[in-house]
């Protein structure tokens, strides 16, 4: 009975050791967003962000907001999102990712960030960006790009040597 229990013990131990380890971290720790623009009244506002640096489940970066003609409504800011452990797995399972976030312009107003993330390829896809600026909802629609900081390091580089 003593050896049963050992053998058990040695073949269950693995396993669930195996089902409480953690999950894989993505192989990508920086989104790059394209420029994306959007319709307003008599107007347009194009949003540029820097890359988004993912630090465990959220996303950090700072942005730019051109609203033309009223250049006066000009912002920039800073820019989180947060994904649970569940969306991260979607969006490396290729499936759709939603999201939610914060941000904060240079003025100190918060605005309300939700979307969804729609994966084309392994490390491409569209973007749906809504960003809630008092009581108007700006709706954007892009794409991103999924990197690793050394490959964006490379990619700029051979530019800036031009």
């Not at 392994?122 to 749906?128: L, N």
């Amino acid at each position: 009975m003593r050896f049963f229990r050992r053998t058990l013990l040695c073949l269950l131990l693995p396993a669930c050791v195996w089902a409480a380890a953690p999950a894989v971290t993505p192989g990508w720790n920086r989104v790059l967003v394209a420029p994306i623009k959007t319709s307003i009244y008599v107007g347009s506002v194009t949003l540029t962000t820097q890359p988004f640096v993912r630090n465990d489940l959220t996303l950090g970066s700072t942005y730019a907001a051109k609203v033309f003609p009223w250049i006066f409504w000009n912002e920039t800011g800073d820019i989180t999102i947060t994904l649970n452990a569940e969306q991260l797995a979607r969006l490396e399972r290729g499936e759709r990712c939603l999201f939610t976030g914060e941000a904060q312009n240079h003025k100190g107003k918060p605005r309300h960030v939700t979307g969804h993330a729609d994966p084309t390829g392994p490390d491409t896809g569209k973007i749906k960006v809504r960003i809630g600026a008092g009581d108007v909802e700006l709706i954007f629609n892009g794409t991103y790009h999924l990197a690793v900081a050394e490959k964006i390091a490379a990619e700029v580089q051979p530019a800036a040597d031009q």
